[in-house]
C-alpha cells in the first residue's frame, strides 16, 4: 500500500500526475499561505490536499467508485436525510475546506458536520467571499464530527496524520471508513482527553453522541456484481 504525497516545506515546486501538474506556491508552506491559496481560483479543481502540522499532503489520485465514491455517498445522504428530519445542523460533503488554526489544519474532509449549537457559540464560523455576499469559502473552528474513507492512497494520513490533527482540534467524533479489504471497517471514533476511542458496537450497531442515533453500515454485491453500500440508523 502506498503512502499518500507528502510535501514538506523545502520540497516546492510541481508535483506529476499523468500528463498534468500541480504547480503550489512558496507560500503554501504556512498554514495562512495554504488557505489563501486553497481559497483562491489559483487552487486546483481536482485532488486531495490538506495542511497538517507544517506538512503539506497532496494526492492527486483518481478517486476510486467501489470503495471510497460509493462509501462516502451513502453515508453522506443517511446524515443528511437524518439532519432534514430532526434540523440539528449543517452537513457539508466533501470540498468543504475546514480550519483549526489552533491545530495547525486546514484540510477537506469526506463529510464534515456541524450543530447549530456549535455556531450559535461560536466555535465554528463560515468565513465569506468579499465579493459575493451569502457566499463562503471556509468554514473556521471544530466542527461536531467529521468523516474520512481511506483510500489506499490516504491510508497513513487518514488513520494517524488525521486522527491526530482533528483531536487537537478538539472534535468530539471522527468517523472512519475502510472498505478497502474483504472486512468493511466502519469506526466511530469519539474524543477523550489525550486520543481517540473507538465506540464498542452492541450487535453490530454504533451510538454516536452527536446524532443521538445507531448507526450498521453494510454492503453487499449487486446484480453487476458490484458493491452497493448502505447506513442503517435507528433511535438511541
Not at 101 to 122: C, H
Not at 197 to 223: I, Q, T, Y
Amino acid at each position: 500500500m502506498s503512502a499518500p504525497s507528502l510535501l514538506k516545506p523545502r520540497r516546492l515546486g510541481s508535483i506529476p500526475s499523468g500528463e498534468s501538474a500541480v504547480r503550489v506556491p512558496a507560500a503554501a508552506t504556512t498554514l495562512n499561505g495554504f488557505r489563501t491559496w486553497a481559497t483562491s481560483n489559483e487552487f486546483p479543481e481536482r485532488g486531495r490536499f490538506s495542511f497538517i502540522s507544517g506538512d503539506l499532503f497532496i494526492d492527486m489520485s483518481p478517486e476510486e467508485t467501489e470503495t471510497h465514491n460509493k462509501v462516502k455517498s451513502e453515508i453522506s445522504y443517511g446524515i443528511m436525510k437524518i439532519n432534514k428530519e430532526r434540523d440539528i445542523g449543517e452537513f457539508y460533503s466533501d470540498g468543504t475546506l475546514v480550519t483549526n488554526e489552533e491545530a495547525e489544519l486546514s484540510t477537506e474532509p469526506d463529510g464534515t458536520f456541524v450543530k447549530w449549537a456549535s455556531f450559535d457559540a461560536g466555535r465554528v464560523r463560515l468565513l465569506p467571499r468579499t465579493d459575493r455576499p451569502g457566499e463562503f469559502v471556509e468554514l473556521i473552528g471544530t466542527p461536531d464530527c467529521v468523516l474520512e474513507v481511506v483510500s489506499r492512497s490516504s491510508l497513513t494520513k487518514d488513520t494517524l496524520e488525521l486522527r491526530d490533527a482533528y483531536h487537537r482540534a478538539g472534535i468530539p467524533e471522527y468517523w472512519l471508513v475502510n472498505a478497502l479489504y474483504d472486512e468493511l471497517d466502519f469506526q466511530i471514533l469519539r474524543r477523550r482527553r489525550d486520543r481517540y476511542v473507538a465506540v464498542s458496537p452492541r450487535d453490530g450497531w454504533l451510538r454516536s453522541p452527536v446524532f443521538g442515533c445507531r448507526f450498521h453500515l453494510e454492503r453487499r454485491r449487486n446484480r453487476r456484481n458490484r458493491w452497493t453500500y448502505t447506513l442503517h440508523s435507528a433511535p438511541g
